[in-house]
């Protein structure tokens, strides 16, 4: 029953984002609403729609308004920072129920879209948002790439990030904090680890919440850890303006994809467009330009330009 009052509310959303302007009277929903998979015919009772408005202000924050500018009263959902078009994760789920929705009402479109599923497994985003809502300490065990074995350890989750097809969490690695008091004691200050750690899901072998709770570090900040960072990797090097010159299909691809959101056009040219990203050059970041191929070229910095070729160079060796 939860389930389908959620594809209800979902499905009103839908209404409004499909219409041209944004903007329905009442008649204009009910009609909608009649034709659609989750009203099966039925009108939609003008109470029953303002009960599906609170709801869905409550559950998505997003409020339907009356626009009494219009000669007939018509609904909008208004707008604001959280809401459907932003940059966020409301957007990527409002995306998602809405397709689920369609699926549900065609079971013929199934095999219309391709879905590129993540390595990791789907329970493990599941159980590590309960322990972050409930600030709980989280026992993991986890095999590095490289290690023999999987080790077990206790973290403090903080926040969940999906890069390139895969999940992570970030955490304070409380044995890293353990070594951390140990190295103070022994006066190797200049030896003291970052506790901020970074944990790919589809590496977790097992996941136990525990009673003990914590206290989030307030000195933690989940947009500042990523500032100017392309991907999971945070780094403590400095950001620097990189220049990037885009050739061919590169140019329109970098222009309706950003690599970052700091990315600005600094000229164009019937060959080649010039864009500056502020970032901080991390191993993604350069991954990210590589996968490009021979349609883009780093002009600036010269560390980086040179970084670059230097890997080129490697890669050229590995076919000779």
């Known amino acids: 029953m939860a389930g389908n009052q959620f594809a209800k509310y979902i499905k009103l959303i839908d209404l409004f984002r499909s219409a041209s302007d944004g903007h329905l009277s009442f008649d204009e929903i009910d009609a909608l609403w009649r034709s659609s998979y989750v009203g099966e015919g039925q009108p939609l009772a003008k109470r029953t729609f303002h009960n599906y408005r609170d709801a869905i202000f409550d559950t998505f924050g997003l409020k339907i308004e009356l626009d009494k500018s219009w000669s007939h009263y018509k609904y909008h959902i208004v707008e604001s920072e959280n809401n459907l078009h932003g940059n966020s994760i409301r957007s990527w789920a409002m995306e998602s129920f809405s397709i689920l929705n369609q699926l549900n009402s065609d079971k013929s479109l199934e095999d219309k879209i391709q879905y590129e599923e993540t390595p ?49 969490v970030v955490v304070r690695a409380l044995h890293y904090v353990q070594m951390n008091e140990q190295l103070k004691k022994e006066g190797k200050l200049d030896e003291l680890k970052d506790t901020i750690r970074v944990y790919s899901l589809d590496r977790i072998k097992n996941i136990e919440i525990l009673d003990e709770k914590f206290k989030p570090n307030k000195n ?15 780094s403590g090097a400095p950001k620097q303006k990189v220049v990037i010159r885009a050739y061919d299909k ?54 980086l330009r040179n970084e670059i070729k230097e890997i080129i160079t490697k890669m050229l060796e590995r076919y000779k």
């Open 120 to 168: 990791s497994g789907s329970k493990w985003p599941i159980i590590l948002l309960k322990a972050i809502g409930e600030s709980k300490v989280v026992e993991m065990t986890y095999h590095k790439f490289g290690d023999p074995a999987p080790n077990t350890f206790k973290v403090e989750p903080y926040l969940l990030k999906v890069s390139n097809r895969r999940w992570y």
């Open 220 to 234: 933690f900040n989940s947009k500042e850890y990523f500032d100017g960072s392309v991907g999971v990797y945070s």
């Open 250 to 303: 590169a140019r329109d691809y970098m222009e309706t994809l950003p690599f970052h959101h700091s990315q600005k056009i600094e000229s164009k040219t019937n060959d080649y467009t010039d864009f500056s990203i502020t970032v901080r050059p991390t191993f993604d970041f350069k991954q990210l330009i590589l996968q490009q191929g021979t349609q883009v070229e780093v002009l600036s910095p010269d560390s």
